[in-house]
């Protein structure tokens, strides 16, 4: 992981932890423990936002990226918590990933893909 941009490099299958830690003092960490199968690619931690006002730091979704998702999957579609993206290969679709707390049970993982298919599917241990 590259600490300076949040870039994750994945260049194989099988298990990996990601530990987040904040400025705070003490420092407050946060790890992931996810297993990666599929088509390797990078992941990069957004952080914790807002997704309807992601788009203003010009990292994750637009207005009319958000509304053509919500519109797909409903209200379903998270709207907020630890966003990640997937850097996509020359013409494949964005995919998009949220930790997210669904009704206070724990810890999940979706997967948004802004194309036809996934390219990349994480799941939690």
């Known amino acids: 992981m590259n600490a300076s941009t949040g870039q994750v490099n994945i260049n194989s299958e099988g298990t ?6 904040d400025q705070s003092q003490p420092p407050q960490t946060a790890s992931y423990e996810i297993q990666v199968t599929g088509e390797h690619q990078t992941l990069e931690y957004l952080g914790s936002m ?6 203003k730091s010009g990292q994750l979704l637009t207005i009319g990226q958000f509304i053509s ?5 409903g209200p379903g579609f998270p709207v907020n ?3 990640w993206t997937v850097h996509p290969q020359k013409d494949q ?8 707390m669904p009704g ?3 810890t999940g993982w979706d997967t948004w893909s802004a194309g036809s298919a ?3 599917v ?3 241990l």
């Open 16 to 21: 990996a932890i990601i530990t987040v830690k």
């Open 93 to 100: 679709p964005d995919v998009y990933h949220s930790v997210f």
């Open 118 to 120: 996934s390219l990349l």
């Open 50 to 55: 807002n997704w309807k006002d992601a788009n």
């Open 69 to 73: 998702l919500v519109s797909r999957f």
């Open 81 to 83: 918590g630890l966003a």
């Open 122 to 124: 994480l799941t939690v």
């Open 104 to 106: 206070g049970q724990g």
